[in-house]
């Protein structure tokens, strides 16, 4: 049986850190950002970590 190929889209958009926790782009930064506050637009620019439930799915996916 051949060797399973790494989700190559799915490792885009995501980071893994070092302590294995999965994080993810925030939603809502690609326009009608000049409407909002700041408070909102520094909110967004963090990184957000996913559920522990999505986090297992996907480290099986990508190994």
Do not use: C, F, Q
Request: no cysteine; charged share 40%; glycine share 6%.
């Amino acid at each position: 049986m051949p060797k399973l190929k790494t989700k190559k889209a799915l490792i885009k958009k995501i980071k893994i850190t070092k302590n294995k926790k999965v994080t993810r782009r925030k939603t809502g930064h690609n326009h009608y950002n000049s409407k909002e506050n700041g408070k909102v637009g520094r909110a967004k620019k963090g990184d957000m970590r996913l559920s522990k439930a999505d986090e297992k799915n996907i480290l099986k996916a990508i190994h």
